[in-house]
């Protein structure tokens, strides 16, 4: 797999591009199925979310260290017509809950609804928000204030990788974990790649970095959801969702990457 050698020139790279930050705030960018929570396809039943071993301790840590979490991830069977969006908000609300009883939580959830063979009209088309497109993380970084240079994509599957790649975020991180040991035989231009996201968060706080005021200092064992939850849309659809649907979003940053191995 890809390893990075601590003693080269691309490591100081990384190292101060993760390092260095101005008053926007540094994010890890997480997908959800294979990464946080177990990969069971399409998940239509929030009691079938169930997290990976070791991931809600891995937000926790981020959390403390000053990161922002946020999720981005693709949820076509919305335009497929297996479930709803108030399915899918009861699904991420388990994901929450499951968080809050392990003392941490994730800043906010960005998905993607649609797929151009769906049946569904409404989600039926060509978006900016699937991954690999990087409209789900620019959306993002506009609501949240973020540094995207100074900011970190984790997933297993490359249109994770991508997407962190297209909307120029400062590294990429390839889990083990879902379909992460298939694809790291692939050339998938990762800047790291990690076991698990435990794994993966504990070379990232490896790094040298200031400190940031800790986001988890405060929190209890509560399972209240006090993170948003986002819909990113490619067209304006009705909704009683708290955020606007999304219009399309414009040209990605260009992504500053590093060599590989």
Same mark, same amino acid.
């Given at each position: 797999g890809t390893?990075?050698?601590?003693?080269?020139?691309?490591?100081?790279?990384?190292h101060?591009? /993760?390092r260095?930050?101005q008053?926007? +705030?540094?994010? *890890?960018? =997480?997908?959800?199925?294979?990464?946080?929570?177990v990969? $069971?396809g399409?998940?239509a039943?929030?009691?079938?979310l169930?997290?990976?071993?070791?991931?809600a301790?891995?937000?926790?840590?981020?959390?403390?260290?000053g990161?922002?979490?946020l999720?981005?991830?693709?949820?076509?069977?919305?335009a497929?017509?297996?479930?709803?969006?108030?399915?899918?908000e009861q699904?991420?609300r388990?994901?929450?809950?499951?968080?809050?009883?392990?003392?941490?939580?994730?800043?906010?959830?960005?998905?993607?609804?649609?797929?151009?063979?769906?049946?569904?009209?409404?989600?039926?088309?060509?978006?900016?928000?699937?991954?690999?497109?990087p409209? /789900?993380?620019l959306?993002?970084?506009? +609501?949240?204030? *973020?540094d =995207?240079?100074?900011?970190v994509?984790?997933?297993?599957? $490359?249109?994770?990788?991508?997407?962190?790649?297209a909307?120029?975020?400062?590294?990429?991180?390839?889990?083990?974990?879902?379909?992460?040991?298939?694809?790291?035989?692939?050339?998938?231009g990762?800047?790291h790649v990690?076991?698990?996201?435990?794994a993966?968060v504990?070379?990232l706080?490896?790094?040298?970095?200031?400190a940031?005021?800790?986001?988890d200092?405060?929190?209890?064992?509560e399972?209240?959801?006090?993170?948003?939850?986002?819909?990113c849309?490619?067209?304006?659809i009705?909704?009683?969702?708290?955020t606007e649907a999304?219009g399309?979003?414009g040209t990605?940053?260009p992504?500053?990457?590093?060599?590989?191995?």
């Amino acid at each position: 797999g890809t390893r990075l050698d601590l003693s080269s020139r691309r490591f100081y790279g990384l190292h101060w591009r /993760l390092r260095y930050f101005q008053m926007a +705030d540094r994010v *890890v960018f =997480l997908d959800r199925d294979g990464t946080i929570t177990v990969e $069971r396809g399409h998940i239509a039943d929030a009691g079938d979310l169930e997290l990976l071993p070791g991931s809600a301790e891995a937000i926790r840590r981020l959390r403390t260290a000053g990161w922002k979490v946020l999720v981005v991830t693709n949820q076509s069977h919305v335009a497929r017509g297996q479930i709803t969006e108030a399915d899918l908000e009861q699904i991420h609300r388990s994901l929450q809950q499951q968080l809050g009883i392990l003392q941490t939580q994730v800043d906010g959830i960005y998905h993607c609804p649609h797929h151009p063979d769906g049946i569904v009209p409404a989600y039926a088309l060509v978006c900016q928000c699937r991954k690999p497109l990087p409209g /789900l993380l620019l959306r993002a970084a506009s +609501d949240h204030d *973020v540094d =995207l240079l100074h900011s970190v994509m984790v997933g297993d599957a $490359r249109r994770d990788l991508q997407a962190g790649q297209a909307a120029g975020v400062g590294a990429t991180i390839l889990v083990r974990t879902g379909h992460g040991t298939s694809v790291e035989r692939e050339d998938h231009g990762a800047d790291h790649v990690a076991a698990d996201l435990a794994a993966a968060v504990a070379w990232l706080l490896a790094l040298p970095s200031p400190a940031r005021p800790a986001r988890d200092s405060e929190m209890t064992g509560e399972t209240e959801n006090n993170a948003d939850s986002y819909l990113c849309q490619a067209e304006q659809i009705p909704s009683d969702h708290p955020t606007e649907a999304m219009g399309q979003v414009g040209t990605a940053f260009p992504h500053k990457g590093f060599q590989h191995s």
